[in-house]
């Protein structure tokens, strides 16, 4: 157990920019049910520890259940899509994430509320606005990591960290935005340690 008593210490609210999933050289394939908006995409609520490891799949009896779920799928389509191929309705990616961290903080959040919560995190952070109200669009244009960093932090009052991937050119981009969120999964709070891994010091945004 963690310092708090609880199976982990706080969460990585993980949002990722489709744009960027897609234009790698791998490519991405679009939900059966349609393009999704061209904002940002949940990817998981994480727990973490503070020494920055992670428990992940820790209760093979707990499996997914779509059922527990179906009043959110209207919602979950298109804030939570899948943009890996084949092709899928995005309900194997909410598996993958409900057993491998979901189920991780199961003593807290139940299935409806762990999606529920990561639903409600991503409107209490609206990042795409974050980044239009400090002229950061996907324009395909290139931006300081400290602007987007800053305009992030502006707008949410705490410091994101954020994940680059290369485009096919090879091109470092904005692909995914860290928030930490306490173990309730509802408040926002500075991160107790950050992730690891290179960006430019300008990154591109690209257009979805
Ligand atoms: P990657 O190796 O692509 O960064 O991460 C692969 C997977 O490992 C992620 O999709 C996520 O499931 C998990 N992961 C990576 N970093 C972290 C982290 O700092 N915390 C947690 N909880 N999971 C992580
Ligand atoms: P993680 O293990 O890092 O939490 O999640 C990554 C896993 O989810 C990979 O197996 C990946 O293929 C799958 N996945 C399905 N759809 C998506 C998506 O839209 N984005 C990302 N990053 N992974 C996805
Ligand atoms: P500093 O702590 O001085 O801002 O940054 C230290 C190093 O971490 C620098 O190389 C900087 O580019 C990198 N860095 C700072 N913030 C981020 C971030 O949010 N994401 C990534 N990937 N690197 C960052």
Redesign the pocket.
Known sequence: LSAHGYAYDFF?FVQQWPGSYCDTSSGCCYPSYGKPPSDFDI??L???YNN?S?P?NCDPNNPFDLSKIQDLVTSLRPNWASLACPSSDSTSFWQHEWE??GTCSETILDEHSYFQDALNLKSMTNLLSCLKSANISPNGGSYTLTSIKNAISACIGHVPWI?CNKDASGRYQLYQVYICVDHSGTTLIDCPVF?T?ACGSSIIFPTF
């Open positions: 990585y990817h998981g994480w727990p973490n920055g992670y992940s491998k961290h994940e992730p891994g």
